[in-house]
Nanobody, 124 residues
């Protein structure tokens, strides 16, 4: 089992920045690929970014490419999502997810472990 706890959400004006953190506990963190997803009201949960277990490979949704950066610190068992130039359409609950393995995963069905989510609200 892996437990995930997100933090760092909040209210920010358009053009601002936030850094989300996701702290993991349980199984060895370095054995898990990690992902960030988001869900806006009335919409399905969507992929944002993913990072391999070593941190050497990352992948982003087109909507956030060039603005968001995913990273991880395996010594701290934490994955981060740096969000810059935020837009009102980025408003959502953001979730981190973990999946055992060396691949990058983009689908919600690929991940076995989920955090409780953190709210990000971007005002115009």
């Amino acid at each position: 089992q892996v437990q995930l706890v997100e933090s760092g959400g909040g209210l920010v004006q358009a053009g601002g920045s936030l850094r989300l953190s996701c702290a993991a506990s349980g199984r060895p963190f370095s054995m898990y690929a990690m992902g960030w997803f988001r869900q806006a009201p009335g919409k399905e949960r969507e992929f944002v970014a993913a990072i391999s277990w070593s941190g050497g490979t990352t992948f982003y949704a087109d909507s956030v490419k060039g603005r968001f950066t995913i990273s991880r610190d395996n010594a701290k068992s934490t994955v981060y999502l740096q969000m810059n130039n935020l837009k009102p359409e980025d408003t959502a609950v953001y979730y981190c997810a973990a999946e055992y393995g060396s691949s990058l995963y983009q689908s919600t069905s690929d991940y076995d472990y989920w955090g409780q989510g953190t709210q990000v609200t971007v005002s115009s």
